[in-house]
């Protein structure tokens, strides 16, 4: 037996001696052949680049995070094969003070939308249009449409004949016969006071210059403030979308914007916003490319300027830049051949690589300055290509083992990423895993050849912290009680994990500044428009009508709509009261002649007498029945026709009646509502609740907030309590929680078990294997804990540190430990170029990790906060606690130990 242990030995000693050989002799031949390896690496990045600048999509889409097979995804798939027009969509969101602004806003931006069908496939009016101006006063409780009645009652002698004569004449006209009715005891004249007070209001914004044109809806409603849904209209659209743009929907959002300024919303009084699928879509696209740009550059530029402080020879740091660069448009090929397109989460390649890539350079690099100055003494020599040559070899001898064992194991925790449902993430696997071993290749390749080609003279000091002896001496004497405390802080942190809260809600990883994503959070506060909602097919209206009776039970739902919800309760009594109404309205209405415009001067001429007329009755007994608002509308009145020239009467008709039309030609509509029934609603609300092949559609509205994840999971666990299959936003953030944490688990293992079997591969002792992997391990559990206690939540991006972690932290631990092997005894390990080339590869990698926090992108910034925690915790650990382990295990208790530069 102790024959057979012995010739297994060898066996393995052979067999490591023959790869350091393969790998020493791949670096020799590419120093030996510098000019031709080059001349090929730039040809290969050349064509890589062509080929990745042509065949590398970008999709902002969070939905293709995900495995298309997973039983929601079908589902949701299933819904948006229904009902078509409620899939990429633009909802354009309209707001303003005035109801009567707002409406005929939403009419002529809807007008001029249906005119280009080239960009806009279909255009809805969800809350207003022809079915709601005319049926919606049916939706009124019989109460609330009887008071609706008075009012209109009460306004008639304003409302016809100001239609019959609609400029300042007839209103003047109007006004002056409403005084003599309260002068001659015919009126209380309190009904004057909201009309005196809107028109004196809007005659101070004329003179003003900034004019605010009277809302005639409040008015004909008695001067009752309009409700929220009455100032917030939407427009559904489903742009053409241009697949072939970084941007699918940027023309038609750019079309939209220009007919809302073509249409003078501004000076109407009206805000726009984009918001919903194509929109949310196309900006976060834009804060992840242009954070991605930002980020790159930031992360290049300090990383060379870390270089700098750690090589402090610029010819070193050339040869790393232009090693990584060849590396990353490489790798960039890789991603378009491998995979065709980044997402948001896989676009983070370029930066990983970056800050891992450079982690290889210099390792390579600081080994080789370590072995120039043995050679040399840190005097110049007389041959330079010779003592670079030289140190190259003995540069591969000692580096190129650890490098390859630590960028293989980096590349299988990558590499783990791949058996996972979320698709994002395996993208990333598969693309950083590539990376991984582009960068290697390039390192033991592409390095070797610039060096050879810019030799260097010997750093006059050894390449490690000399100054760090006493630290090393302490660290063997006070290893137990180091290795105590890291276990202590290591129990407590594992306390901890249980609060570790995941935020599945895929706004909160926008850029908040965005104005889809600000629209989309203010939207979420509207009952009616929120985008939290859970949608359900039935196989007809009579399962509809079943399921919605249940769904209503729920104490979680506010609202359910089916088809039947555009048909009111009640309309018998209803359309008797707007009989009533139109008999005591219609006539005058339809039947008063039109008078013949005056002309300005007439305008004018009756706005004198009419301030004439006023002036005496607030003068006399009457006065006091018209209040402060008779006041106030005289000294407005008499301040504008103080103005040069008498005031501009074209801007004072404009304001005091352009909003009047609008109102008395929805009362008009609204007069003609008749029965509705299923058969007679219009065809696009029948396509939005009933599909091609007769299922029905539910749409339920959650009452609680559904930004807080458990309310969240509530609404959807009771939806699902009485529809199983349902789908929409709420079931998609819950289920995207649960896919990418189920994800991440596996993921975590397989990194962990791949990583392991592969060091037990390389290295062949389980000693070493766990001291490899016990910092890694506690940086992770101390990491965990610092964002629990910082209440840092993990999302569909930072989660992914976590079994990065794993892939990039197990480098520095391979490099001590390959360094702990090597040598006969104890060696202090923070004296040696190994350790100055950690601290310095820790502190380029979490600056190239770091520049990701500075993303616009908030899910993005997460990313770069919780690597450079993480990235932190595992320096500490490899630089303190790997040590003491390793003196623990040795039995070392003196601090005698032997400096290796």
């Not at 830049?321 to 390649?349: E, M």
């Not at 791949?418 to 395996?426: E, I, N």
């Not at 690597?867 to 932190?872: E, F, V």
């Amino acid at each position: 037996m102790r024959f057979i242990k012995i010739e297994r030995t060898k066996e393995r000693r052979f067999t490591e001696i023959a790869l350091i050989g393969f790998l020493v002799g791949l670096v020799e031949y590419c120093q030996r052949h510098a000019r031709p390896v080059l001349c090929a690496a730039l040809i290969a990045a050349g064509a890589g680049g062509y080929f990745a600048t042509n065949n590398l999509g970008l999709v902002a889409d969070t939905n293709k995070l995900f495995s298309p097979e997973l039983a929601w995804q079908k589902t949701q798939t299933g819904f948006d094969q229904a009902f078509p027009l409620t899939t990429m969509q633009t909802a354009i969101v309209i707001e303003g003070k005035s109801a009567d602004a707002v409406d005929s806003g939403t009419n002529d931006l809807t007008a001029a939308l249906a005119k280009r069908p080239d960009l806009f496939k279909t255009v809805q009016r969800p809350d207003s249009g022809p079915f709601f101006d005319t049926h919606a006063i049916l939706f009124l409780s019989p109460a609330e449409l009887a008071e609706f009645s008075d009012q209109i009652a009460q306004a008639q002698p304003l409302i016809g004949p100001l239609d019959a004569d609609p400029s300042l004449r007839g209103l003047f006209g109007v006004l002056t016969q409403a005084i003599d009715d309260v002068t001659h005891g015919g009126a209380t004249g309190e009904a004057l006071h909201t009309p005196f007070e809107a028109f004196a209001a809007a005659i101070r914004s004329v003179i003003a210059g900034a004019p605010q044109p009277v809302d005639w809806g409040a008015l004909m409603a008695g001067g009752a403030a309009p409700r929220p849904e009455e100032l917030r209209h939407f427009i559904l659209v489903q742009p053409v979308l241009d697949f072939g743009a970084l941007q699918p929907g940027a023309r038609a959002s750019a079309a939209i914007r220009a007919m809302v300024h073509d249409l003078h919303f501004g000076q109407r009084g009206l805000t726009v916003r984009l918001t919903g699928e194509v929109p949310l879509a196309d900006e976060e696209f834009a804060s992840v490319i242009e954070g991605a740009g930002l980020e790159t550059s930031i992360s290049f530029g300090l990383v060379i300027v870390l270089l700098l402080l750690g090589l402090r020879a610029p010819r070193l740091i050339l040869a790393i830049v232009v090693t990584l660069l060849v590396g990353l448009v490489l790798t960039a090929a890789f991603a378009a051949a491998a995979v065709g397109s980044l997402n948001v989460i896989s676009v983070a390649f370029a930066v990983l690589f970056i800050g891992i890539g450079v982690d290889f350079g210099i390792q390579f690099t600081m080994r080789f300055r370590a072995e120039l100055f043995e050679l040399t003494g840190g005097t110049k020599p007389n041959d330079a290509a010779v003592a670079t040559a030289l140190a190259l070899s003995r540069t591969a001898r000692t580096i190129a083992a650890p490098l390859s064992v630590a960028g293989l194991a980096i590349a299988a925790g990558f590499f783990a990423f791949l058996p996972t449902d979320y698709k994002g993430v395996s993208e990333l696997g598969l693309i950083a895993g590539g990376g991984m071993i582009i960068a290697l290749t390039a390192s033991l390749t592409v390095l070797p050849a610039m060096l050879s080609l810019l030799p260097v003279r010997g750093k006059p000091e050894p390449a490690g912290f000399r100054w760090a002896a006493p630290i090393d001496a302490r660290l063997a004497r006070w290893a137990k009680p180091i290795l105590s405390v890291a276990l202590v802080i290591a129990g407590a942190a594992l306390l901890t994990v249980e609060r570790v809260r995941f935020d599945g809600d895929p706004l909160n990883l926008k850029d908040p500044n965005r104005e889809s994503v600000i629209a989309a959070r203010m939207l979420s506060k509207d009952p009616s428009g929120t985008p939290y909602r859970i949608d359900i097919t039935a196989s007809g209206p009579a399962e509809a009508a079943a399921l919605r009776v249940k769904l209503e039970a729920l104490p979680e739902t506010r609202q359910v709509l089916t088809l039947a919800s555009f048909i009111p309760p009640g309309q018998a009594a209803k359309l008797e009261i707007l009989d009533q109404t139109k008999f005591l309205l219609g006539p005058p209405l339809d039947s008063a002649p039109k008078r013949t415009p005056p002309t300005e001067t007439e305008e004018h001429e009756s706005a004198e007498s009419f301030i004439t007329h006023l002036k005496t009755t607030l003068a006399g007994k009457a006065g006091a029945k018209l209040g402060k608002a008779g006041h106030e509308l005289s000294a407005a009145l008499d301040a504008f026709l103080a103005m040069p020239g008498g005031g501009d009467t074209a801007a004072l008709r404009r304001t005091l009646l352009s909003g009047f039309a609008g109102p008395v030609a929805s009362l008009r509509q609204a007069l003609s509502a008749d029965l509705i029934a299923a058969d007679n609603l219009p065809a696009e609300i029948k396509e939005a609740w009933i599909s091609a092949d007769g299922r029905a559609r539910i749409a339920v509205f959650p009452k609680g907030d559904m930004r807080d994840p458990q309310q969240l999971k509530s609404f959807v666990d009771a939806v699902r309590t009485v529809a199983p299959e349902a789908t929409g936003t709420p079931v998609d953030i819950f289920e995207a929680g649960d896919t990418v944490g189920s994800a991440f688990a596996r993921a975590s293992t397989l990194a962990l078990i791949a990583i392991t079997l592969f060091l037990g591969v390389i290295l062949r002792r389980a000693r070493d294997v766990l001291v490899v992997l016990i910092p890694l391990l506690l940086a992770g559990l101390f990491s965990l804990a610092t964002a629990v206690l910082a209440g840092l939540p993990f999302n569909f991006l930072n989660i992914i540190a976590v079994p990065l972690l794993l892939g990039i932290g197990v480098a520095f631990d391979i490099y001590f430990v390959m360094a702990w092997r090597a040598s006969r005894g104890p060696v202090a390990l923070l004296q040696t170029a190994t350790a100055r080339a950690v601290v310095f590869s820790a502190l380029t990698t979490m600056t190239a990790f770091g520049s990701l926090a500075l993303s616009p992108h908030a899910g993005t910034a997460s990313l770069g906060e919780f690597l450079m925690i993480s990235l932190g915790y595992v320096l500490l650990c490899t630089l303190f606690v790997q040590p003491a382990l390793m003196t623990v295990w040795d039995r070392a208790t003196v601090p005698a130990v032997r400096s290796r530069a």
